[in-house]
């Protein structure tokens, strides 16, 4: 079964717009972590933002917010005033302590284009 | 902001061979790991390494793949006998506990 779950494989949104990726994710471990990673056409990957299960407030950088609403499972990641180089894949990702090692479990990734 | 490295960047090999990809995890890191992402698709966990030994692995991870913390700074993936379907980019991760992995910028393996 699918840990985490991003709906949109392709998005589009005007340059200066907010836009927001979805992310669901699965899981019965109390505690855990969830990540949003961009990833560019040169192919690194970028840490954007994290959010802990216990986490009393949404996690925010800059223009980057998490929408986490726990009881919901769903961590969405809010891109306000769009810029031509947040055009990538964006990938959520759960760290999860099954196993012991704490690895993280990806997402199949949403494309993000912006237009100018 | 500290960095993970590793190299090559790019790695083109031929089929059967065994190939070497270097990661220098950042140092006082104790979490050490490798993912893989076949071009297109997300990116998948194989192994984790913790106090000098493997602390999990995925069923991906089978015999022909093996890490080594050889010098305390280095940490290496070695695939033996590459297949065209391990093509992918091999990314490293560190942590130092319970902060976030840092990324290297990946290496792209091309089994020809």
């Known amino acids: 079964a699918q840990k985490i779950t991003q709906t949109q494989p392709g998005m589009f949104v005007q340059e200066k717009e907010a836009v927001t990726l979805d992310c669901t994710y699965d899981t019965s471990d109390p505690s855990y972590g969830l990540f949003w990673y961009k990833q560019p056409s040169s192919g690194e990957m970028i840490f954007l933002i994290y959010?802990?299960?216990?986490?009393?407030q949404n996690a925010t950088e800059g223009r980057y917010s998490l929408n986490f609403q726990k009881a919901r499972k769903s961590a969405n990641l809010v891109i306000s005033a769009s810029q031509l180089g947040d055009s990538a894949m964006y990938f959520c990702?759960?760290?999860?302590?099954?196993?012991?090692?704490?690895?993280?479990?990806f997402g199949k990734g949403t494309k993000l284009t912006v237009n100018p | 902001e500290p960095e993970v490295t590793q190299t090559p960047s790019h790695q083109v090999t031929q089929m059967g061979q065994e190939v070497i990809l270097r990661c220098v995890p950042i140092s006082n890191h104790l979490y050490f790991y490798w993912y893989r992402q076949i071009l297109g698709q997300k990116v998948e966990f194989l192994v984790s390494f913790y106090n000098n030994e493997i602390s999990e692995k995925s069923e991906i991870f089978d015999d022909q793949f093996s890490v080594e913390r050889p010098d305390g700074s280095n940490f290496t993936l070695k695939i033996r006998s590459t297949k065209l379907e391990d093509s992918a980019m091999y990314f490293c991760?560190?942590?130092?506990?319970?902060?976030?992995?840092?990324f290297g910028q990946g290496t792209r393996l091309t089994v020809v």
């Open positions: 990702a759960m760290r999860e302590a099954q196993g012991g090692s704490e690895k993280l479990v």
């Open positions: 991760a560190s942590r130092r506990s319970a902060d976030r992995a840092f």
């Open positions: 959010q802990g299960s216990y986490d009393q």
